[in-house]
Nanobody, 123 residues
Framework: QLQASGGGLVQAGGSLRLSCAAT????????MGWFRQAPGKEREFVAG????????YYSDSVKGRSTISRDNVKNTVYLQMNSLKPEDTAVYYC??????????????????WGQGTQVTVSS
């Protein structure tokens, strides 16, 4: 089970840190990803991290402004987002990829999803 938190309302240029806590003993075996879905749009990949945390990958839309990280002791993955823009407004979801050997970016490749946390960036 995945529980996302940390969303909220922030002004443009501000920062947020999203967290996703996982239950279970095999968290370090999963690749993890963050996705987002804006109203009327498809869910899209934001950032992903390998099992060990050594490899990360970002969408072009957040590259340079966001950092994904994980703590395999706390069973938690984080997404630090800086210099937020109104176009970052969306529901953000964390997801687990049970079979990841690399960081994958497609929605269909992820097996478990959190409930989502709303991020709203005002201009």
């Amino acid at each position: 089970q995945l529980q996302a938190s940390g969303g909220g309302l922030v002004q443009a240029g501000g920062s947020l840190r999203l967290s996703c806590a996982a239950t279970g003993r095999t968290f370090s075996s999963y690749g993890m990803g963050w996705f987002r879905q804006a109203p009327g749009k498809e869910r899209e990949f934001v950032a992903g991290i390998s099992r060990s945390g050594a490899i990360t990958y970002y969408s072009d839309s957040v590259k340079g402004r966001s950092t994904i990280s994980r703590d395999n002791v706390k069973n938690t993955v984080y997404l630090q987002m800086n210099s937020l823009k109104p176009e970052d407004t969306a529901v953000y979801y964390c997801a687990a990829d049970l079979f990841a050997l690399v960081v994958r970016t497609r929605v269909a490749e992820y097996d478990y999803w959190g409930q989502g946390t709303q991020v709203t960036v005002s201009s």
